[in-house]
């Protein structure tokens, strides 16, 4: 009986013990409303909108496609990787109690703002990190506790994935034509007119050159060269879109005048124009003399608004000179 007696006392101190515990936990660790980052079902997701100080960017899906502000075609990789990235969110930890404060006020004023939309439902996440090397910290609008985050499989800064620059997510080709899509392209060289020239292919898949300035009719092409010409618009890509720093001498480049100019023309009348400007370094030698990057170059796009980054060897077969459609001998 006195076994029984004790059995029963043990029983009871242990079902004490597991209520404290339970009680202190609710009260003292995570809540799962504040901490539920992750979005399982995040191939539901139909918008993304990412603000930061000056920039923002609207990830919507349209047609089975995504957009990035309702201009221009984001990148899928890009995209899919985000989405995924909100499916493994994970949280470390708390944010420290002693800096908790600090950080609320820095997500609150200088956070990178996240809206994801599903459908009627919608959330907001608040990310802040103060470099690579730091941690990244979330809140949930509404929540009263932010919270350090890690997404596995990734190491680098978890806030470096969330992108406010329209740039970032932007596809990186420049020209994308099939050859019987083309009905005309102009090459001008600014320092070489001699060299410059309009290659025009009919609906039929007849080519003409033409010179330009002037458009006088150049006999004796070689057919198979126009058309090895014209199959390198199928893809172009090129490196990034400018910078902010860069970008600030897009008026400086339109009052020099450009170096290289390719407008395409489809057969439909849509036209897609470059306009490429020697890169110039910084620093460039002595004696006051100018020195340019030998491997990329700038060029204006979308009517000259954009500037992006493109090495030479992605254009060097687009750049011709208008004596390379006559066949050598």
């Known amino acids: 009986m006195k076994k029984y007696r004790l059995h029963i006392t043990g029983f009871i101190l242990l079902a004490m013990v597991a209520l404290i515990l ?11 409303r ?4 992750a979005i399982t079902d995040y191939e539901r997701i139909d918008k993304v909108i990412i603000s930061g100080d000056e920039e923002m960017s609207v990830l919507a899906k349209e047609n089975g496609h995504w957009l990035i502000n309702s201009r221009y075609e984001a990148r899928e990789k890009a995209v899919e990787l985000l989405l995924q990235t909100f499916g493994r969110l994970m949280v470390s930890s708390p944010a420290p109690l002693s ?38 910290y979330m809140l949930r ?31 990186d080709i420049l020209f994308n034509y099939r050859l019987n899509d083309i009905a005309e392209v102009l090459v001008h060289h600014r320092e070489n007119e001699r060299g410059s020239f309009i290659l025009r292919q009919s609906p039929d898949g007849e080519y003409s050159l033409y010179s330009y300035p002037g458009g006088e009719l150049q006999e004796g092409i070689s057919d198979s060269l126009a058309v090895r010409y014209l199959a390198n618009f199928f893809y172009t890509p090129f490196e990034r879109m400018a910078n902010r720093d860069e970008r600030l001498l897009i008026d400086s480049l339109l009052n020099a005048g450009y170096d290289h100019l390719i407008r395409v023309t489809d057969h439909d009348g849509s036209v ?3 306009l490429f400007h020697k890169i110039v370094l910084k620093g460039g030698g002595n004696n006051n003399s100018v020195k340019f990057d030998l491997f990329r170059l700038h060029a204006l796009i979308n009517e000259k608004s954009d500037m992006i980054v493109i090495p030479y060897h992605y254009v ?3 750049l011709r000179s208008a004596s390379y459609f006559y066949a050598r001998q």
Do not use: C
């Open 22 to 32: 339970h009680k202190y936990r609710n009260g003292t660790t995570l809540n799962r």
């Open 34 to 37: 504040e901490t539920d980052f």
């Open 99 to 136: 800096v908790q404060d600090e950080i609320m006020e820095k997500l609150l004023q200088e956070s990178v703002i996240i809206e994801i939309v599903m459908g009627r439902r919608s959330r907001t996440y608040y990310v802040y990190s103060e470099g690579d090397h730091s941690p990244t």
């Open 141 to 171: 609008k509404g929540s009263s506790r932010p919270y350090s985050m890690e997404v596995p499989g990734y190491g680098g800064n978890v806030a470096s994935l969330f992108v406010p620059d329209e740039g970032y997510w932007r596809t």
């Open 272 to 274: 897609s124009e470059a």
């Open 316 to 318: 060097d077969l687009l």
